[in-house]
């Protein structure tokens, strides 16, 4: 998908979303499955909207469109299934796939071996919250042979703390008359607010190795 269309995909995702709807009725359920397990499943797929989509999914729901309790259920499997099958990628061939940089960013990488450096375990909740981090935590996860327990534990919460909340906040507030309108304004706020804890941190990490040069 060309740059321009993808991002014209994002900022008016209630409209392709609504679209989607109406061309494949219940089939978009499907849709929606595969779209949140690519974005967590595979490093490769790391630009697919996630925050976005579970705003609009919402409020589509609150509209009678989508089943609201099957719309959390099948995107909450989706998002652990997700980052499930990312660890596994990362654990059997991730080595292989981390020199491929065609395929994978070594920057990705970079940034998100930082996050778990800062947070450990903790990363695959917090990179719910982050996109790009979000796709490449299990991933690095697998690459460093994390305990399978440990991070399925950490997955099935942090799929349903993401899942549960944008949905229904889209649930709450995608139907005011104002959000209908702007819709594109809110999805940049809600990318915004998802990329403001990565900003922060490299802000951070930056003033840091500065002080650190000085002395």
């Not at 014209?8 to 779209?35: A, C, E, M, N």
């Not at 065609?102 to 778990?116: A, D, G, M, R, S």
């Not at 099935?156 to 906040?169: E, K, N, Q, R, Y």
Request: with cysteine; net charge positive; hydrophobic share 50%.
């Amino acid at each position: 998908m060309p740059l321009p269309s993808f991002i014209d995909f994002v900022l008016h995702i209630d409209k392709h979303l609504s679209t989607l709807i109406q061309t494949y009725g219940v089939g978009t359920y499907l849709i929606l499955f595969l779209i949140v397990f690519c974005e967590t499943g595979l490093v490769v797929t790391p630009f697919l909207p996630g925050d976005s989509l579970l705003f609009a999914s919402g409020a589509f729901a609150a509209q009678g469109v989508l089943n609201f309790g099957i719309l959390v259920a099948l995107l909450v499997f989706a998002s652990i299934a997700g980052d499930s099958a990312n660890f596994w990628i990362g654990r059997h061939i991730g080595k292989k796939l981390e020199r491929n940089e065609k395929l994978v960013n070594p920057h990705y990488i970079k940034h998100t071996q930082e996050f778990y450096k800062k947070y450990g375990s903790k990363t695959i909740v917090l990179a719910r919250f982050v996109p790009i981090v979000r796709t490449f935590a299990p991933f690095v996860a697998g690459i460093g042979r994390m305990n399978y327990s440990q991070f399925m534990f950490y997955n099935v919460i942090g799929g349903i703390i993401w899942v549960g909340l944008f949905t229904t906040a889209g649930y709450l507030f995608g139907n005011i008359p104002w959000v209908q309108d702007n819709f594109g304004i809110v999805v940049i706020g809600i990318i915004i607010a998802s990329i403001i804890p990565a900003v922060v941190e490299f802000v951070r990490h930056r003033k840091n190795n500065s002080l650190k040069f000085e002395n």
